[in-house]
């Protein structure tokens, strides 16, 4: 049963392990959204003791939505869209580069594209 909350220090160090592993980014990343949006949100969610995703928000903008591949297709993603922006903005916003699977799964959720060039703009509007 998937459970979603805010994260504990030590979970945060857990989710960047998790995030470098699978989509080989720079420890900074991570540490720039947790110092650089101190209004916002991270929410994580978790498979028994494993942390299967997170999303990282500020005001009404996603900046940044990851679910390990080992849980993906199993509305986890979904479930923290869901708690992170439930009845809190008319309008929620996300910037992507042209990725085919995240612009995929936008639309699945129910955001609509704006295109941006090389950036796709997503809305979605509640």
């Keep these: 049963m998937n459970s ?4 504990t220090i030590s979970e945060c160090w857990a989710i960047l392990k998790l995030h470098n592993r699978e989509m080989k ?5 991570f540490w720039f959204l947790l110092s650089f949006f101190p209004k916002g949100e991270i929410l ?3 498979n028994k003791s494993e942390i299967s ?3 990282a ?5 996603i900046t940044e939505i ?12 979904q479930s923290l869209l ?12 996300v910037y992507t580069s042209n990725k085919n699977n995240a612009i995929t799964f936008y ?3 129910g955001f609509v594209t704006v295109k941006l060039g090389k950036i796709t703009k997503l809305e979605k509007i509640n």
């Design 82 to 93: 869901n708690k992170s922006f439930t009845n809190r903005y008319k309008k929620i916003i």
């Design 4 to 7: 979603i909350r805010k994260p």
């Design 57 to 61: 928000s500020f005001r009404n903008r």
């Design 66 to 77: 990851f679910v390990s591949e080992k849980f993906r297709h199993q509305g986890v993603g």
């Design 44 to 46: 994580i969610c978790t």
């Design 53 to 55: 995703g997170y999303i």
């Design 25 to 29: 980014y720079y420890e900074f990343y």
């Design 107 to 109: 639309k699945k959720v």
